[in-house]
C-alpha cells in the first residue's frame, strides 16, 4: 500500500526565513510520481511540482526548490526567504503508474504560518 | 487553456435532505474526473473516480453516489445526508498519463445541520 507523511503538522517562521516541509512516502511500485501542492485559505488546491521517480535531479523555481531522494524516500520542499503569501496548508501526495486514473495519496498536509 | 468550475461554493443542508454537487471541465476532452473530500483534518480522501462518461469507480462505501453524464461533467449525490457528510468537497481533473497532475477546482463547502 502507499502511504504519504507529513509529520510537520503546523510550521510558524518569521518572514524571510528559509523553511522545509518535509514529506516521507512509501511505495512498491518501481515507477512512481510525486506532488506538492498548496492550499492558502480560499480552498483551492494549486498544483505546484511533479517528479517522478527516474528523475531525482533537484528542482529550483524561483524561491522554491525540491530535493527528492529515493535513498531515504523523501521529497523535501524548501521555500527561500519567505513570505506571507506563502502562508498555505501544502501537501506531499503519491501515485503509481497508470494509463487510466491516478489515484493521488495526500498526506495530512502541513500548515506554513508566515509572520510578518 | 483548461478552466475547472464547481458549485455551489457553499452548502448548508439539513440531515436527510438530497445533494447534488456539480463540477465541468472547460478546455479539455476526455479527462480523468475526480471527487475528493476534505474533513476537518485537513487531509484529502479520494471518493469517486471517471475515466469516461458513464464510468464510475468508487474508492470508499459511503453514503455518496457520482455521475459521469456528459464528458466534461461530474456529478457527486446523495439521497439521505448524514452529518458526517459534512466537509469540504474538490473536484479534480487530468489528462490521460501516466502520473499525470490533477488540477483541482474551488471546491464546495458543505455543512449538515
Known amino acids: 500500500a502507499q502511504k504519504v507523511t507529513q509529520a510537520q503538522t503546523e510550521i510558524s517562521v518569521v518572514e524571510k526565513e528559509d523553511v522545509t516541509l518535509d514529506c516521507v512516502y512509501e511505495?512498491?511500485?518501481?515507477?512512481?510520481?510525486l506532488f506538492w501542492y498548496k492550499q492558502p485559505p480560499s480552498g483551492e488546491l494549486v498544483f505546484l511540482i511533479r517528479?517522478?521517480?527516474?528523475?531525482?535531479q533537484n528542482e529550483i523555481s524561483g524561491r522554491y526548490s525540491w530535493n527528492f531522494q529515493k535513498s531515504t524516500s523523501s521529497f523535501n520542499f524548501t521555500i527561500t526567504a519567505s513570505q506571507v503569501v506563502d502562508s498555505a496548508v501544502y501537501f506531499c501526495a503519491l501515485t503509481n503508474e497508470n494509463q487510466g486514473a491516478q489515484k493521488l495519496v495526500f498526506g495530512q498536509g502541513t500548515r506554513l504560518t508566515i509572520n510578518p | 487553456s483548461q478552466t475547472i468550475h464547481q458549485w455551489p461554493a457553499t452548502l448548508v443542508q439539513p440531515v436527510g435532505s438530497p445533494l447534488s454537487l456539480e463540477c465541468t471541465v472547460e478546455?479539455?476532452?476526455?479527462?480523468?474526473l475526480y471527487w475528493y473530500r476534505q474533513a476537518a483534518g485537513r487531509g484529502l480522501q479520494l471518493l469517486f473516480y471517471?475515466?469516461?462518461?458513464?464510468?464510475i469507480s468508487s474508492e470508499v462505501p459511503q453514503n455518496l453516489s457520482a455521475s459521469r453524464p456528459q464528458d466534461r461533467q461530474f456529478i457527486l449525490s446523495s439521497k439521505k445526508l448524514l452529518l458526517s457528510d459534512s466537509g469540504f468537497y474538490l473536484c479534480?481533473?487530468?489528462?490521460?498519463?501516466?502520473?499525470?497532475?490533477?488540477?483541482f477546482g474551488p471546491g464546495t463547502r458543505l455543512t449538515v445541520l
Open positions: 479534480a481533473w487530468s489528462v490521460l498519463l501516466a502520473g499525470g497532475e490533477q488540477f
Open positions: 517528479r517522478n521517480s527516474f528523475d531525482e
Open positions: 511505495t512498491r511500485d518501481t515507477t512512481y510520481y
Open positions: 471517471s475515466v469516461g462518461i458513464g464510468q
Open positions: 478546455g479539455t476532452s476526455n479527462p480523468n
